[in-house]
């Protein structure tokens, strides 16, 4: 009897396995990346969102390389002093399944594309978000205004305020510097130089979203 106590809390399945087991201080504020800014959230997002882009775990200097995305993209200088930047996600990617993808007509799961990358950044635009990364994305060009009409048509229209996520942001948008070019390739342009911008494509608060998902939960259950 006394062989079989113990305190370890894990499975003994796990014995045999290279499993790493870590504990957070406190559980995380949000399950949403537009609205997060706290490390302990990101120690949960780091599994389960996938970037664009991410750090090379060993060099350093920091060194960033492709995530889901093909490459890590290359400025090219347009008129004006606008910077654009092209990239083109992995073709093999999948969503996890869920129920709420029912909503464009799919079984289970479907292709991550370019459009999910986009509708983040339209959530990281949304200012019922208010989300703390706003400042560093309005760096694209059309940020700002497209932030603006949401806002206006909410305020104009209160049937507008009960239309479906995807919808409200298709009314709205697009935003002039987030350009789908095809379903795993999208252009992001700079109103001007901002190098830094390819840092926040390693941060979960650009990571592809499916729109089914905002549109079945929206911070609920079921």
């Known amino acids: 009897a006394a062989l ?3 305190n370890n809390p894990y499975p003994g399945a796990d014995d045999a396995a290279k499993v790493r087991y870590g504990a ?3 559980p995380p504020k949000t ?3 537009a609205v997060s800014y706290s490390e ?4 949960v997002f780091s599994n389960v969102y996938e970037t664009l882009l991410e750090y090379h775990y060993l060099k350093r200097p920091y060194e960033l390389v492709p995530g889901i995305a093909e490459a890590v993209p290359e400025p090219r200088e347009l008129a004006g002093g606008r910077v654009a930047y092209r990239f083109r996600l992995r073709p093999d990617l999948l969503f996890a ?3 709420c993808f029912a909503l464009s007509g799919h079984d289970g799961t479907r292709q991550v594309e370019a459009s999910g990358v986009a509708f983040e950044l339209m959530r990281v635009a949304d200012p019922a ?3 703390p990364v706003f400042e560093a994305l309005a760096n694209i060009e059309g940020f700002r205004e497209f932030s603006d009409r949401l806002a206006s048509l909410r305020e104009s229209d209160p049937a507008f305020r009960e239309r479906r996520i995807d919808e409200q942001y298709a009314a709205a948008g697009p935003i002039a510097g987030v350009r789908v070019q095809g379903p795993q390739d999208l252009e992001i342009v700079l109103a001007q130089p901002y190098p830094q911008i390819l840092y ?3 941060m979960p608060a650009t990571a592809p979203v499916p729109w089914e998902a905002v549109a079945r939960y929206d911070g609920r259950e079921g």
């Open 24 to 26: 957070l201080p406190e």
């Open 31 to 33: 399950l949403d990346p």
């Open 129 to 131: 978000l208010a989300s």
């Open 4 to 6: 079989a106590c113990g």
């Open 40 to 43: 302990i959230d990101h120690a």
């Open 97 to 99: 399944d869920d129920a």
């Open 200 to 202: 926040w494509f390693a």
